[in-house]
């Protein structure tokens, strides 16, 4: 092990063959948290909306099944962001969508 950066090299990734086998899943609801060296995110998917019966009220929730677990290291975050962001931008300019910047975060996601 090094003693410091300057005696470290770095050294390119090679990312592999992506597992067929391994799904995607929709998950559009999260929470965040974060300890001195990691931030923990948790990935959820809520059913379509199922007919209620107006008479009884409306339901005092919503469940949502997890679906994922991430630990990611506090060191990496701000570049796993910086991608998130550039990648969000050429979906824009590709698509001519264009994402709610501004879109408020409530019930959606939580932080410590």
């Not at 923990?40 to 929730?61: C, M, N, T």
């Not at 300019?93 to 501004?102: A, H, N, V, Y």
Request: no cysteine.
């Amino acid at each position: 092990m090094p003693e410091n950066h300057d005696d470290a090299i770095e050294l390119p990734i090679h990312w592999g063959d992506d597992d067929p086998n391994l799904p995607f899943l929709v998950a559009a609801h999260m929470t965040i948290n974060h300890d001195e060296s990691h931030f923990y995110i948790r990935f959820y998917q809520i059913a379509p909306p199922v007919l209620h019966d107006k008479s009884q009220g409306p339901p005092e929730s919503i469940n949502a099944t997890q679906v994922a677990n991430l630990a990611i290291p506090a060191t990496r975050i701000t570049s796993i962001v910086k991608a998130l962001t550039t990648n969000a931008k050429k979906f824009e300019e590709r698509t001519g969508i264009k994402l709610d910047w501004e879109a408020k975060i409530d019930g959606d996601a939580e932080s410590d």
